[in-house]
């Protein structure tokens, strides 16, 4: 089941690029079912998220210090590593962001933080979506003052959300206007059995509706 999705932009998420490539080239989010019910019961907990950056101009360096600032808006054990290519730097980070509802993200972000959390709203059916913080805010101003070109947004030129089941019975995963094995969807639906997967692909870049709004997956257990 469906709702019409409109939502407006909270802002802009994830890490540091060139203006030119502001946006992550990849963003990878990994979620089991387990974790999402666990999240709707009012747990908050760090998930994995790897997001991939690639430049198309030459580094003179920046993105090693754009990096070491981004490390205070992080997981404390996440991992920066670039590489050079033909056709630019790609910056890898593999990192973690947390889980929750607005209430209790609120309360673990007063001490913890990151510039984007995965929010779950229970409307009738689970909502998870993509969503930066205030600190993405003081991580843009700082990088700003490294250099003017320098930035981040959200969404990524493409946001993949795997979506694992673990659950004993089975999982309803939704979702609007998304590629699934390279094909369109305007509507997407799977019914997951346990070991079951999804891997749904929301794609951010100007002509798509997911340049302004953030990447939603609907849930519904029975």
């Known amino acids: 089941m469906f709702k019409k999705y409109i939502l ?18 990849v963003v990878d989010v990994s979620l089991y079912t387990t974790d999402i019910e666990a999240a709707n ?43 050079s290519g033909d056709w630019g730097d790609t910056l890898v980070i593999e ?9 209790n993200l609120q309360n673990y972000l007063a001490n913890n933080n990151r510039v984007a959390v995965l ?9 998870v979506s993509l969503s930066s913080t205030d600190y993405a805010d003081a991580l843009n101003s700082e990088l700003s003052d490294i250099n003017f070109m320098l930035g981040f947004e959200l969404p990524g030129d493409a946001t ?38 999804a891997e749904i692909v ?12 953030n990447p939603v997956i609907y849930v519904n257990f029975p």
Do not use: H, M, W
């Open 41 to 83: 019961e009012g747990e908050v907990f760090e998930v994995p998220l790897r997001a991939s950056f690639t430049t198309y101009s030459e580094d003179d360096g920046e993105l090693e210090t754009a990096s070491i600032i981004a490390e205070k808006y992080l997981a404390p054990d996440s991992v920066f590593s670039q590489s």
């Open 202 to 213: 929301f794609k951010g870049t100007s002509d798509s509706v997911y340049s302004s709004i």
């Open 8 to 25: 407006k932009l909270i802002s802009s998420f994830f890490l540091l690029a060139l203006l030119s490539s502001c946006a992550p080239s």
């Open 119 to 127: 929010l779950v709203e229970n409307t009738g059916e689970i909502e």
């Open 95 to 103: 990192t973690t962001i947390p889980i929750g509802t607005l209430e």
């Open 160 to 197: 993949n959300f795997r979506v694992i089941s673990d659950s004993r019975n089975d999982v309803q995963v939704d979702a609007t206007a998304v590629f699934v094995s390279e094909k369109p969807y305007l509507y997407f639906s799977k019914t997951l059995k346990r070991r079951d997967e």
